[in-house]
């Protein structure tokens, strides 16, 4: 057993953590004051080869393995958890359903531009009346004159203000009462598609979330993902490897929030001296780095199973389910130890603690995760 990076994912490692250190974290906290999407980074991403890190280098990608795209999301997210979530959701969300289920011919078109960073990658799935039961889809997709024709609307979908297509789950067919779901990639800028970006959040401020509106919006019957009614098993697929960025996402948030805790208490004085001479203070430091060592290492073995080409839903939820949990409790630890001040912009921390909420919610809710894993143990 052996717990070292490679050499590929040290230089990785390395590079990230000084691009997240001199480019992303500066300016995260106005970022999220304006709600300013961060379009900068990502033209320095695109430039960095990085946009399409694990996808096959003949469409534009990185070739490289999973581990390396969770070392990605942990330092970015470190920097700025806005910034960490775009470019999780534009590689596992917008990019990996296209790699895993497209013809040669859309990922050529389609995946090559998320690759180089041209579109940023989104996924339609939520829908106002389908968040964990994603199988109450409603959107409906018809069969006419060799076009299908799109009617629906989807919810809290990330980056698609700057995506110029993703790939979205519509309904069909119907049989015996049954839904026939399939995926099938549509162009943002078709006629009756409208992306609605006026969400007020709680957190993630400067991240793209927006709705989705189509009426009679008409691709080309080979926009078609995959196979037709294939569609739900394919956005479970997509969310298993979702699930390992939200974990890394989660131990990079962490990370950062350990961090500042950290540094604050050898500064900070009471009762003449500094608070991190305090056991109160030390226990509460040595659970946060315990924990997020605990979290990262399920993330890692998550992304290492799925790079095995084994199964690795169990991995993926049990990684994400943990640190997104330990994310939001050392969060909320950080914001103690720093007292008074924790409460206040400009020590950062409560950011964290607002940004980290999210990762218990999205791409399956804790209580989903619990539900997963007993099914994965043979409940």
């Known amino acids: 057993m052996n717990f070292d990076l490679t050499d590929e994912q040290r230089m990785i490692q390395k590079m990230m953590r000084e691009f997240s250190d001199e480019v992303v974290a500066p300016g995260a906290e ?6 300013k999407f961060p379009v900068e980074i990502f033209k320095k991403l695109g430039e960095l080869g990085i946009m399409g890190l694990p996808f096959p280098e003949e469409y ?9 795209f969770a070392i990605v999301v942990e330092e970015l997210s470190r920097g700025c958890g806005s910034t960490g979530i775009t470019y999780s959701a534009h590689v596992s969300l917008g990019g990996a359903p296209i790699n895993l289920f497209g013809t040669k011919e859309q990922k050529e078109k389609y995946l090559t531009p998320i690759c180089t960073g041209e579109s940023l990658g989104a996924f339609g799935l939520t829908e106002p009346g389908a968040g964990s039961d994603a199988g109450g889809t409603e959107t409906e997709a018809k069969e006419e004159n060799g076009e299908w024709v799109i009617n629906g609307s989807k919810c809290y979908i990330t980056n698609a203000s700057y995506a110029n297509h993703l790939a979205l789950t519509a309904i069909t067919g119907r049989e015996n009462g049954k839904k026939e779901i399939s995926a099938i990639i549509a162009p943002t800028d078709a006629k009756g598609f409208k992306v ?20 009679d919006v008409r691709v080309p019957q080979e926009n078609l993902l995959g196979k037709k009614g294939h569609g739900f098993r394919q956005f479970l697929v997509t969310l298993d490897g ?13 990370q950062a929030a350990y961090e500042k805790a950290l540094s604050y208490a050898k500064e900070r004085k009471q009762f003449g001296q500094s608070i ?5 203070i030390q226990f509460k430091l040595a659970d946060m780095a315990m924990k997020i060592e605990l979290a990262r290492n399920m993330v890692y073995k998550a992304a290492w199973v799925k790079d095995q080409g084994r199964s690795f839903t169990k991995e993926a939820s049990m990684a994400k389910l943990y640190a997104s949990e ?16 924790g409460y206040m912009r400009d020590y950062h921390v409560e950011r964290y603690f607002r940004d980290a909420k999210l990762l218990e919610i999205g791409e399956g809710t804790s209580e989903v995760q619990r539900m997963i894993i007993a099914r994965e143990i043979g409940c």
């Open 60 to 68: 534009g990608g990185g070739g490289a393995d999973t581990t390396s």
């Open 242 to 254: 979702g699930r390992i960025g939200i974990g890394a996402m989660a131990v990079g948030i962490a």
């Open 326 to 341: 330990i994310c939001m409790e050392v969060c909320n630890q950080a914001v103690q130890i720093h007292g008074g001040n």
């Open 30 to 35: 106005q970022r999220d004051k304006e709600k």
């Open 196 to 215: 609605i970006d006026n969400y007020e959040k709680m957190g993630l401020h400067a991240s793209n979330t927006t709705e989705l509106v189509m009426e």
């Open 276 to 280: 991190s001479n305090f056991q109160a």
